[in-house]
Every structure is written in structure tokens, then in C-alpha cells.
């Protein structure tokens, strides 16, 4: 693993994937974004290169958005133009913090505000297939509730058993007819809900396929990230609980004025002091294997 990576523009969740890169390293691993001089030239060649190898591979065949439309259509036998679709995806570790995503493909490009996230609740243990069912129906009886329009296309992250799991989830709320379909990660065949002895095999350079795939890792993305900050939080809540005289209440003040654990780590008693009582700042001091303003 290299120290330092290079990256021509910055992005939200650069820290957390610095954090994810540096596990198990005895360095940190940083990512920079170079605004000028020799790095900065670098990375402008990187693209350039990447531009190029990109151009020959795929022949600079780029269709327009129509043409995907309409090809992904004729390719999962959709009844109309796909200008919606809303992908699942579960993620958890060990069964734990079990959460979901949803992201949104619209009108050609990925829908970031329409986002959804969900915490599993009425699950014990792992259990991917359940985990899809309740995701799935309190989605769409919201859909119901609120009297939305359904997506062109529900698409599922995983193989048959989670495909299943959706439709379950759908015909339980007695939604039928519904364009349903799941990707699976090794293979890349796409199973669609009511053929799926016929999966679809697609070539890997197929522009559908791509579009798939896409949305498909854009949903696990967003999964994956949400439920890292769910137990990054949740090991921040729990180190702090740890500490005499500081319960959940007194966690989260020291949190939210802070901004983080390693804040809180770093403060010197004056400014423990302004948000908890001195007993408790000593205890944080000691804990973190300070001295106590007193000694």
C-alpha cells in the first residue's frame, strides 16, 4: 500500500477512505489533491493517459442516453423507457450494525438527493434475504403512502435469493407487474424477476452493462459508507461510556462539541472544563492517560 495517492479533485468521503486504506498499515496512507507544479502536472498526465486507454478500448463509442435507454430496455424486456431506477443494497460485518441503501439512476445520471438510507431494526442476526424484504416493503409502502410514481426499474445488489426477497417484499404490499431485476457481483448476469432461468449474459464492454453495473456499485458504495460511520460512531460512543461519570448524554455533548474522539483525546482540561464538570474532565484527562488538572 502506497503512503500517498494523488487525485486530480477532492471528494466527500476522502477521510473516511484514508481511515479504510490505513487498517492494518503501521503508516497512514494520505490522500492528496496537488493544485499546481510538478504533482499537479502528474496527475493532469494520468488523466490524459487514462482519457486515451479509455477512447481506444471502447472504440470512443459513447452512445447518448437515449441509446442506453432504449438498448437497456430491449435487453431486460422493460414495458417502457427506463427513466427511473432505485437500487438496494445491504451491508453489514459479522451481522452486525445491519444497514441499506438506495441509490437513484434519473434522467441519464445518478440522483444523489434522492438518496435513501435505512437501518435494519426487525432482524436478528445475518440474514441478507430478510434484511432485503424489510427494506424493500418500507420503501414502497412509503411510495404507496405518499402516492408516488413507481421507478422504471427496481434493481437489487446480489443473486437469485435477494431478487426473491424483493419480489416477496412487493407482492406483499400488492404491487405486481413491477420491472424487478438483480445483478450479481461475481458473475455480472443480470437475473430478471419472472425469467430467471434465462439470465442475461452480457458483454462486458456492453454500454448496458456498464450502466448496471454502475448503479449497482454506486449502492454498495453508499451502503458500505454509511454503515462505516454507523460503527465508527458507535465505537466512539462505547470508548467514552467506558470513562467513570460520563454517560450517553455526556458522550454525545463532548462529541458535538468537539467534532470527534480524537478531539476529545486531544482537549486539555480548560476545554473539557467548558462542557463537563472538572470531575468529569479529570476522568477523560486519566483515561487518556493524562494528568488530572489538580495533580
Known sequence: MPHTIYVPVDFEDRPT?????????KRRVQIHVPQRGE?????DLVGQNAKQAYDQRFRV????AKAIQQALQDALMLPELPKRIECF??????GAETVASMVVWEGGKMNKSAYRKFIIRGITGVDDFASMREVVTR????VQDEEQKMPSLVLI????????????ALESLGITNQPL?????????????????????????????????????EAHRFAVTFHRKRRQMRDRKT????????GAGTSRRLLQHFGSLQAVKDADAAALASVVSRPQADAILRHFGKEAAGN
Open 139 to 142: 420503501r414502497y409502502k412509503r
Open 239 to 246: 470508548e467514552l461510556l467506558d470513562i467513570p461519570g460520563i
Open 157 to 168: 445488489d446480489g443473486g437469485i435469493g435477494q431478487l426473491h426477497s424483493a419480489a416477496q
Open 17 to 25: 477512505l484514508e481511515e479504510v486504506l490505513s487498517e492494518g498499515h
Open 61 to 64: 463509442m459513447k452512445p447518448a
Open 39 to 43: 504533482k499537479r502536472s502528474l496527475v
Open 181 to 217: 431485476a438483480a445483478i450479481a457481483k461475481r458473475e455480472e448476469i443480470i437475473y430478471v424477476h419472472g425469467q430467471e432461468d434465462e439470465p442475461i449474459v452480457l458483454d462486458r464492454h456492453s454500454p448496458v452493462l456498464h450502466l448496471v453495473q454502475q448503479v449497482r456499485d
Open 89 to 94: 443494497d445491504i451491508s453489514h460485518i459479522q
